[in-house]
């Protein structure tokens, strides 16, 4: 149910409830349901006749009589109830409380209707052009009546008159949006039944038929004058009523009308009485309850349902089936706008461009396709349904939006990653540029694939540059680092050569890079001339492969190396040499000159 709804259902609940103990003990009688306000201009609910209308729990049906002003159509009400003036609707000539608004009877008459229990009620409205009102105010009455009631009898006396096919306009409307919809799809409501009632004093000359037929014929209309035309588009639109209207006659009752709720049936004239009994048959054969998307209204649904007719019928300066479409479909466009808001709202951001735009254009297609099953309407629908379209346009900016900011966030997240990544590279212990460049793929293709949606493009600028910026320092660094290692690394050799392992060979391998290290620098005046030497080429490239690799990253296990040959050396100065010799060992230094082994003499 929608807010303005509820608001409504509210209001009257509202009433109820200051009216404290009040309560309606007799519901046989007339009761007010709709009023005029002050300016009589507009219309709005009456509590004690939505009370007489929420109480009924069947299915609800509606006889509404409309017709000029003193056309006799309280009296014709009362003759289809059984009931006098003096019980039923007050009749204008002999009350001074003539029909204002639209009135119901409190108490409906219970029909079987296809195996339906149905309470149908009827309904007395005022009459047309009557003196202080506006023209609004009589075509706010007449799409009212038409759009709530199931039978909607049009009393006219004597004949059809242009102005009465004028009126038609906006049933006219209603029936070209909401009749004829696919049975069993049927999600609108009906127009009313159109029961063309002419009452004349004499029956002798053209059948209703004929008068009804003849009334809509085109008006020649040689000087294309736009209100002919209009009337003319008006009769042509009547045909699409077809079934949905009929005609009949019903002669005046008595010569002495002002004195008619005075008299008997057996005073009235006998053909009245024959042709009255036989229009009560015609309205019990063609009503049936009224239907609104497809389910049977009872009393509160019909009252909820005739508050949204009046926020319609108000909402302008006249009244319109475009308003009144707008207002019916109002529910449904906020329902698919809710089902299009809930599944975007479930798309994970952020995401690619183009699969948010995909994204877009399913949900919207299944919202409008939802709508299209639903919606009130055939022409004034489309407004609805471009409102729809809007809407989803401002849901979609901002998912947009959203988008955005979770593509800026993750994409900075993980473009801070790599700058950590670079920034740790840049102070290895060993440096290596293999490492540097497995670690510099590394973060490209992690950012490659984790990094969507629109910021991308933004952030894949920023990582170029700060991985050119990265890489161009690195390399920059990394000679003069490698070569003071180098430098450091042969000078320690030699130390570990003569006096921890005692082994030649590796004090001479150590001291032969040691001076090509410094002499190559001496004579050629620079380091950086070094770089370009094949045999730093293959120095720099032996380093790489004991430095670093996929299974062995000696910067990260430098220090436990260092520690356990620092131990195992120990070990083996201590305990080793004593127990295995030094046999297997290529020379070592020895402290003893001459034959140690010869023998001794004293």
Not at 121 to 128: A, K, N, V
Not at 398 to 410: F, K, T
Not at 538 to 556: G, H, K, M, Q
């Amino acid at each position: 149910m929608e807010i303005s709804q509820w608001v409504f259902v509210f209001s009257i609940l509202l009433l109820f409830l200051v009216s404290g103990s009040f309560s309606i003990d007799n519901f046989h009688q007339p009761f007010l349901i709709v009023e005029p306000d002050p300016g009589h201009t507009k219309l709005r609910l009456s509590r004690e006749g939505l009370e007489a209308i929420s109480r009924i729990a069947t299915p609800i049906a509606a006889v509404a009589v409309i017709g000029p002003y003193r056309s006799g159509k309280s009296f014709l009400l009362n003759q289809l109830l059984s009931l006098s003036c003096y019980e039923g609707f007050g009749v204008g000539h002999m009350r001074d409380t003539k029909t204002k608004g639209i009135w119901v009877w409190g108490t409906p008459l219970e029909l079987d209707i296809d195996g339906v229990r149905t309470s149908v009620f009827y309904l007395d409205t005022e009459g047309f052009e009557s003196v202080g009102k506006s023209n609004v105010y009589d075509d706010r009455i007449f799409a009212l009546a038409t759009v709530m009631s199931s039978v909607l009898i049009y009393n006219l006396p004597e004949t059809i008159r242009e102005a009465d096919i004028s009126r038609l306009s906006f049933a006219v409307e209603l029936a070209e949006e909401f009749y004829g919809r696919v049975k069993g799809q049927d999600v609108a409501f009906e127009p009313a039944k159109l029961l063309w009632l002419i009452q004349r004093d004499f029956l002798q000359g053209k059948s209703v038929k004929e008068m009804v037929d003849e009334a809509l014929r085109h008006v020649p209309n040689i000087d294309g004058d736009k209100n002919i035309g209009q009337v003319n588009h008006i009769r042509d639109s009547l045909a699409i009523m077809g079934e949905n209207s009929t005609a009949f006659s019903l002669p005046q009752p008595h010569l002495m009308r002002t004195k008619l709720c005075d008299l008997k049936d057996d005073d009235l004239d006998p053909m009245y009485v024959k042709k009255r009994e036989q229009l009560k048959e015609l309205v019990a054969s063609v009503i049936h309850p009224k239907v609104v998307q497809g389910k049977h209204l009872n009393g509160n649904e019909f009252v909820s349902f005739l508050g949204q007719i009046l926020e319609a019928l108000n909402k302008g300066e006249i009244p319109s089936t475009g308003s009144l479409v707008e207002v019916f479909n109002k529910g449904i466009l906020e329902r698919c706008l809710k089902l299009y808001s809930e599944r975007m709202g479930k798309l994970g951001l952020p995401m690619h461009k183009q699969s948010l735009q995909d994204a877009h254009g399913r949900l919207r297609e299944e919202a409008m396709k939802a709508f299209d099953e639903q919606h009130f309407g055939r022409h004034h629908a489309k407004r609805s349904a471009m409102q729809l379209d809007e809407e989803m346009k401002e849901v979609y900016k901002n998912v947009i939006m959203a988008n955005e900011y979770q593509s800026s966030r993750l994409c900075e997240a993980l473009y801070t990653r790599c700058e950590d990544r670079m920034d740790q590279l840049q102070v290895l212990r060993l440096p290596s540029m293999a490492k540097f460049n497995a670690g510099f793929l590394q973060c490209n293709q992690s950012f490659e694939q984790e990094c969507i949606g629109p910021s991308k493009a933004n952030y894949e600028q920023r990582m170029m540059k700060m991985m050119g910026k990265s890489r161009s320092l690195f390399i920059k660094e990394y000679n003069q680092r490698l070569f003071n290692w180098l430098v450091a690394f042969s000078l320690v050799m030699v130390v570990v050569g003569r006096f921890i392992m005692k082994f030649i060979l590796i004090e001479m391998a150590a001291w032969i890079l040691f001076i090509f290290l410094e002499t190559y620098t001496r004579m050629f005046w620079s380091a950086e001339s070094l770089f370009y030497n094949p045999v730093w080429h293959f120095i720099v490239a032996t380093w790489e492969t004991l430095v670093y690799s996929p299974i062995l990253d000696l910067d990260r296990w430098a220090i436990p190396i260092g520690c356990i040959l620092a131990l195992w050396i120990l070990y083996w100065r201590c305990y080793g040499r004593r127990k295995h010799g030094s046999r297997w060992l290529l020379p070592m230094y020895n402290s003893h000159k001459g034959g140690s082994n010869r023998p001794r003499s004293d």
